[in-house]
């Protein structure tokens, strides 16, 4: 069975850090691109970051550029987001998703969210 696990979410302050991750079970990540994408209440998914299967490329929604990076490590066949200088409007369940393509598109993970599949979530909210 294929599956996405999120861990990593939680409470923090403004200001602080988390780090979420994303292990697969039941295929290899190596022939994925995989995604960060977060749902605060109320409002519609949005794409969060993207690192393409080698991970030489990287994207980022102009809302967390300079504060979130990704990263792979596909021998342990997990991705991370390390969420650094955290503030309330991050606040959201963070899903991880794995996409099979030839290429990694910022259409793919800003705007269409066309992966093909998706972990349940984990949440982070970030209040003082």
């Known amino acids: 069975q294929l599956q996405l696990v999120e861990s990593g979410g939680g409470l923090a302050q403004p200001g602080g850090s988390l780090r979420l991750s994303c292990a697969a079970s039941?295929?290899?990540?190596?022939?994925?691109?995989i995604g960060w994408f977060r749902q605060a209440p109320g409002k519609e998914r949005e794409g969060v970051s993207c690192?393409?299967?080698?991970?030489?490329?990287?994207i980022y929604a102009d809302s967390v550029k300079g504060r979130f990076t990704i990263s792979r490590d596909n021998a342990k066949n997990t991705v991370y987001l390390q969420m650094n200088n955290l503030k309330p409007e991050d606040t959201a369940v963070y899903y991880c998703?794995?996409?099979?393509?030839?290429?990694?598109?910022?259409?793919?993970?800003?705007?269409?969210?066309?992966?093909?599949?998706w972990g349940k979530g984990t949440l982070v909210t970030v209040s003082s």
């Open positions: 039941g295929f290899t990540l190596d022939y994925y691109h």
């Open positions: 690192i393409s299967r080698s991970g030489g490329r990287t």
């Open positions: 998703a794995a996409k099979s393509s030839i290429l990694l598109t910022t259409d793919m993970c800003l705007t269409s969210y066309d992966m093909n599949y």
